[in-house]
């Protein structure tokens, strides 16, 4: 019972340090652009700021997962948490764009580190019934800070004036860093023994994430070109009140992603991804097609349940397939298809966007989601065939 309480707090805990991690990035979104542009520097500088962040929080992913199996999660968890407060402060200190650059280089060093962390304490915390459940309720914290922190930015800068802004944002690692201090993760949860470092393809990528994570990067193709051009698109077409779309995704978001992992833990993987996969692709193909904003909430609400299902199943499905000892290698495996996805289908959408035009771009995108759906199905039958296990976890790793 001790234990068990000890991984409520532990997860209790997480939860509010990557609520607060995700406030700090969420909150500089709609406003870093804002303050770029008021130092006197061009939209163009204020797209590569955005990049520099991308880059770094990408390459840092795999180096991520393999230093969890080398020093203690709280250690590397408060590095990660150091570092963007550095980040925080330097956005605030900058009067020029190489200044800018470091900090949101540092800022996607720190957010690939924290994140990877977090998401690997979350899952070391949760008794292996419950992943699916519980990866989903850790996820809700994106959604809440999604929701509420882009608003609360705006607020902070009329005026403009961008000191509460940066003194709210380097606020939020110091109240994680002490909240970092009172994680217990007891036993097999504190991480592997200590290792020394190799340069093994092994110590920084999971073969058996493979199939989840390439799923996810599939997904996530798809899931660029919405948050990314349907503004543009709904304007082309002349609906106004597109707006609306990410609130009512937003609100199916967060009710799908505990639901969704519930429904895997109970029903199995299979059937919950395979009708998550359908509402996606029902979803996408409405969008091609819609013609008023009623059409685009529709859609909202079966994309938002899809992925909302959809995003934790497949982490969890990752965690489920490694040992306690890798689960930091299969989060940042997972993270690393997550992020070089979105990456990837911003490009993808905007080429076939200029080429074609938005409709036919995502009557495109329905691909991705198809070929996620294949992969999932050739991975089942392989499954079957070699080992005779189910995708619940059942494999021994």
Excluded at 75 to 82: D, Q, T, V
Excluded at 113 to 137: D, F, M, Q, R, V
Excluded at 366 to 381: K, N, T, Y
Aim: one cysteine or more.
């Amino acid at each position: 019972m001790k234990k068990r309480n000890g991984r409520q707090t532990d997860f209790a805990l997480i939860f509010t340090i990557n609520l607060m991690v995700a406030v700090s990035y969420h909150i500089l979104n709609p406003t870093l652009p804002k303050y770029v542009v008021s130092l006197g520097m061009t939209t163009s500088a204020a797209g590569l700021v955005s990049t520099f962040f991308v880059i770094t929080s990408v390459l840092i992913r795999p180096f991520s997962g393999r230093l969890m199996g080398i020093y203690k999660l709280k250690r590397l968890l408060s590095f990660g948490l150091i570092c963007l407060l550095m980040a925080e402060l330097g956005y605030g200190f900058s009067q020029g764009i190489p200044m800018l650059l470091c900090s949101r280089l540092l800022h996607g060093f720190a957010w690939g580190i924290t994140t990877t962390a977090t998401a690997t304490i979350a899952a070391l915390s949760l008794p292996e019934n419950k992943l699916g459940s519980g990866i989903g309720i850790f996820g809700l914290g994106s959604c809440i800070s999604n929701a509420i922190a882009p608003n609360l930015g705006l607020w902070l800068i009329e005026g403009d004036d961008y000191t509460r802004l940066f003194a709210v944002a380097a606020a939020m690692p110091v109240a994680c860093l002490l909240l970092t201090q009172m994680l217990r993760l007891p036993g097999g949860l504190q991480t592997a023994p200590r290792e020394r470092f190799t340069l093994r393809f092994r110590d920084f990528f999971s073969i058996k994430c493979v199939i989840p994570t390439v799923m996810v990067l599939m997904l996530s193709i798809s899931v660029a070109s919405v948050s990314n051009f349907l503004a543009l698109y709904a304007e082309s077409i002349q609906v106004a009140g597109i707006g609306m779309f990410f609130t009512v995704y937003a609100v199916a978001l967060f009710f799908s992603k505990p639901m969704g992992g519930t429904a895997a833990d109970k029903l199995g993987f299979q059937a919950v991804i395979y009708g998550c996969m359908a509402l996606m692709l029902a979803a996408f193909l409405l969008i091609s097609m819609a013609q008023s904003l009623a059409a685009f909430l529709v859609a909202a609400v079966l994309y938002g349940i899809g992925y909302g299902g959809l995003q934790p199943i497949l982490q969890a499905w990752c965690y489920k397939r490694e040992t306690p000892d890798r689960k930091g290698v299969a989060s940042s495996t997972f993270f690393l298809g997550l992020d070089s996805g979105t990456g990837i289908g911003a490009m993808v959408a905007g080429a076939v966007a200029q080429y074609l035009d938005y409709r036919s771009m995502y009557a495109f995108m329905l691909i991705p989601i198809v070929l996620s759906a294949f992969i999932f199905f050739r991975a089942g039958l392989t499954e079957k065939r070699g080992t005779q296990k189910t995708l619940q976890g059942q494999v021994k790793p």
